[in-house]
């Protein structure tokens, strides 16, 4: 009984903390289908009428058309840049002992404190050295440069737990280095992968500030930009803003899944294997 009893306070407290995750999202949609004074009422649990036009205009009115793709290529440039170099960079400092790894380690963790605001002056200077102002690529490299960090020392981390012997084992089999850390670590690190994926492209997806400072074509702008075209004091449209802020969420809802399957997989999948 005793068991029985805490498995259901368990259950309880694992329903009340869903609730509360979904609540937003939960509000986000029935607010995207209400009319303008049904939403500042506040007094109605569901629209009378959903109004499915609200996402029309907000797709239309928002030029998500546009900027809708530009997320989608920054995010997914930036993310495989990531993956790559921060997965070589975290075997090396897992696997690989060299003169001045400790203070590797100790400046990937500096960098991590310092806010990134405070090196967008140095960032567009340098992007202005390279002639690369006002263009993907230079946008791309910067977001790639700082999700290295955090991503390289997560690596590390998985890199690390895993046992040395597989290594030489592939060693004695004839295998190259580059070889057995393509073909037996990376997949057995794919949980660290997909985690890196994950916090990464959520942080790509939601970046605006940087593209402010980048950015002075329009057209090159990230989905953000489109909800800003909602954000008015003198005329709110919030019903509209939340419309577009449930499609500029759709992409990233749908990752997610994707990912935590992948991550399920990943852990479930042994050394034997």
Same mark, same amino acid.
């Given at each position: 009984?005793?068991?029985?009893?805490?498995?259901?306070? @368990?259950?309880?407290?694992?329903?009340?903390?869903? *609730?509360?995750?979904?609540?937003?999202?939960?509000?986000?949609?029935?607010?995207?289908?209400?009319?303008?004074?049904?939403?500042?009422?506040?007094?109605?649990?569901? %629209?009378?009428? %959903?109004?499915?036009?609200?996402?029309? !205009?907000?797709?239309?009115?928002?030029?998500?058309?546009?900027?809708?793709?530009?997320?989608?290529?920054?995010?997914?440039?930036?993310?495989?840049?990531?993956?790559?170099?921060?997965?070589?960079?975290?075997?090396?400092?897992?696997?690989?002992?060299?003169?001045?790894?400790?203070?590797?380690?100790?400046?990937?963790?500096?960098?991590?404190?310092?806010?990134?605001? =405070?090196?967008? #002056?140095?960032?567009?200077? @340098?992007?202005?050295?390279?002639?690369? !102002?006002?263009?993907?690529?230079?946008?791309?490299?910067?977001?790639?440069?700082?999700?290295?960090? #955090?991503?390289?020392?997560?690596?590390?981390?998985?890199?690390?737990?895993?046992?040395?012997?597989? /290594? /030489?084992?592939?060693?004695?089999?004839?295998?190259?280095?580059?070889?057995?850390?393509?073909?037996?670590?990376? %997949?057995?690190?794919? %949980?660290?992968?997909?985690?890196?994926?994950?916090?990464?492209?959520?942080?790509?997806?939601? /970046?605006?500030?940087?593209?402010?400072?980048?950015?002075?074509?329009? !057209?090159?702008?990230? *989905?953000?930009?489109?909800?800003?075209?909602?954000?008015? =004091?003198?005329?709110?449209?919030?019903? #509209?803003?939340?419309?577009?802020?449930?499609?500029?969420?759709?992409?990233?809802?749908?990752?997610?899944?994707?990912?935590?399957?992948?991550?399920?997989?990943?852990?479930?999948?042994?050394?034997?294997?």
């Amino acid at each position: 009984m005793k068991g029985l009893a805490g498995r259901g306070g @368990l259950y309880g407290l694992l329903v009340l903390a869903a *609730v509360g995750a979904l609540f937003p999202m939960v509000w986000l949609l029935i607010g995207s289908l209400q009319t303008s004074s049904e939403l500042y009422r506040g007094k109605d649990l569901l %629209p009378a009428k %959903p109004q499915w036009s609200n996402y029309v !205009t907000a797709w239309t009115d928002g030029d998500l058309g546009t900027y809708l793709p530009n997320s989608m290529i920054y995010t997914v440039s930036a993310v495989v840049g990531i993956l790559v170099v921060s997965s070589t960079a975290g075997y090396a400092l897992a696997r690989i002992e060299f003169r001045g790894k400790a203070a590797v380690t100790f400046a990937l963790l500096a960098v991590m404190i310092i806010p990134a605001p =405070a090196s967008f #002056i140095a960032q567009y200077k @340098l992007m202005v050295m390279l002639g690369l !102002t006002n263009s993907r690529l230079g946008y791309v490299l910067i977001l790639v440069s700082a999700g290295i960090p #955090i991503s390289a020392l997560i690596m590390r981390g998985f890199f690390a737990n895993l046992p040395k012997d597989l /290594e /030489e084992a592939a060693a004695i089999d004839g295998s190259s280095a580059l070889n057995t850390f393509a073909r037996v670590i990376l %997949p057995l690190a794919r %949980p660290g992968l997909i985690a890196v994926a994950v916090i990464q492209g959520l942080a790509v997806w939601n /970046e605006y500030l940087l593209a402010l400072v980048l950015f002075d074509d329009d !057209t090159l702008m990230p *989905v953000q930009r489109g909800l800003m075209n909602f954000v008015s =004091a003198e005329t709110p449209v919030q019903n #509209i803003l939340l419309a577009a802020t449930a499609i500029s969420v759709l992409p990233v809802v749908v990752f997610y899944v994707f990912a935590q399957r992948q991550v399920v997989q990943g852990i479930s999948s042994g050394a034997v294997k």
